[in-house]
């Protein structure tokens, strides 16, 4: 059974920083590309940032400089490190797990960012 579980979500100032963990399990996660969605409400779900199987990582333009996506193979879990929160930011974040020649793609529960003063 595939389970990815997100964490560290939370209540934020403008300007400050949380750090998203997903978790894996059920997956070879060195295989998949790894990927941070964001829905806010009233909107589509949006591509964040990218870390593909070889370290290669993609941000969305909003988010560049800001935020950092990194993985770590040992322990199955993909990270997202945001920092100088904006308003804009507040929205559920989904990870996703995507195996780019099976094309099997799984989904987390997803963890709500607020950020608000």
């Known amino acids: 059974q595939v389970q990815l579980v997100e964490s560290g979500g939370g209540l934020v100032q403008p300007g400050g920083s949380l750090r998203l963990s997903c978790a894996a399990s059920g997956i070879i996660f060195n295989r998949y590309t790894m990927h941070w969605y964001r829905q806010a409400p009233g909107k589509q779900r949006e591509l964040v940032a990218t870390i593909t199987t070889r370290l290669s990582t993609n941000y969305t333009d909003s988010v560049k400089g800001r935020f950092t996506i990194s993985r770590d193979n040992a322990e199955n879990t993909v990270y997202l490190q945001m920092n100088s929160l904006k308003p804009e930011d507040t929205a559920v974040y989904y990870c996703?797990?995507?195996?780019?020649?099976?094309?099997?793609?799984?989904w987390g529960q997803g963890t709500q960012v607020t950020v608000s003063s």
């Open positions: 996703n797990a995507h195996h780019q020649v099976l094309l099997r793609s799984y």
